[in-house]
């Protein structure tokens, strides 16, 4: 089966700093990945060149087997490769259908198609388990529902990877549980999703596998359930940890 993305000895240098150290690791499809790693473990980085928001300063990309290269997120986003950033991207003032295809607007002639615009938005925002009508301006919406249009906003552009950089930080129990039913109904259909989060008991809690990084290094790579949070911890810091 051919990988959703394959990092292949990825490199990043800012300046003088090196910040990824040759990084190599594949994501299949249909599987949710923890990637854990201490601030400036090169987490942020590498998802950053997945979706093309930075170019690689050595190493290879590849998607389905063939190498890619992105000069930006749009790129990216043919692929079907989309971040959901930990501060939404969006425009409070628009509607959540005007949200959901920003840059990528529907149209009939020289015409925006907003009839259409709204009906392929309520389509994915039911997807997603919004129920909120597509020309409710966003600044109405409560967090919860703000991501929920961010990952309708990815669906519409037919994400099949989808990046969550610490998506339940500011939500409550019971939002975050709504987003682990969708991720995994996301999973059945085959979407591939990386879940970054300092929560390790939510990793252990929703993700298939771990693949850990420390001083923009790959350390180890596990099935979730062989790996205690404990030892998640211990591999974030290249030390035992007595108290976690």
């Not at 959703?4 to 599987?31: C, M, N, T, W, Y």
């Not at 950033?85 to 002639?109: M, T, Y």
């Not at 950089?165 to 709504?178: I, K, Q, S, V, Y």
């Amino acid at each position: 089966m051919n990988s959703a993305l394959e990092f292949r000895g990825i490199e990043k240098s800012f300046g003088p700093v090196q910040v990824l150290h040759g990084v190599s690791f594949d994501l299949a499809p249909g599987r949710i990945y923890g990637l854990l790693g201490e601030n400036g473990a090169g987490k942020s980085t590498l998802m950053k060149i997945a979706s093309g928001y930075e170019a690689p300063s050595g190493g290879e990309l590849r998607v389905d087997g063939r190498p890619v290269r992105f000069d930006g997120s749009r790129a990216a986003e043919a692929e079907g490769i989309v971040l959901i950033h930990q501060e939404f991207n969006l425009a409070e003032d628009l509607s959540v259908a005007q949200n959901i295809f920003l840059g990528h607007e529907k149209k009939r002639g020289w015409w925006l198609d907003d009839a259409a615009m709204r009906a392929a938005a309520a389509e994915v925002l039911q997807q997603v388990g919004l129920a909120v009508d597509p020309d409710t301006p966003v600044r109405r919406l409560i967090v919860a529902e703000k991501q929920l249009v961010e990952i309708a906003k990815a669906l519409s552009r037919r994400a099949r990877l989808l990046i969550m950089d610490e998506p339940t930080a500011t939500l409550t129990p019971g939002e975050t549980e709504r987003l682990f039913q969708l991720m995994t109904r996301l999973r059945a259909e085959g979407v591939t999703i990386v879940y970054i989060s300092h929560r390790l008991d939510e990793v252990e809690h929703i993700t298939d596998e771990v693949t850990v990084m420390r001083d923009g290094r790959f350390v180890a790579r596990d099935a979730t359930a062989n790996v205690s949070r404990q030892q998640m911890a211990n591999l974030m810091v290249g030390r035992e940890l007595s108290d976690l």
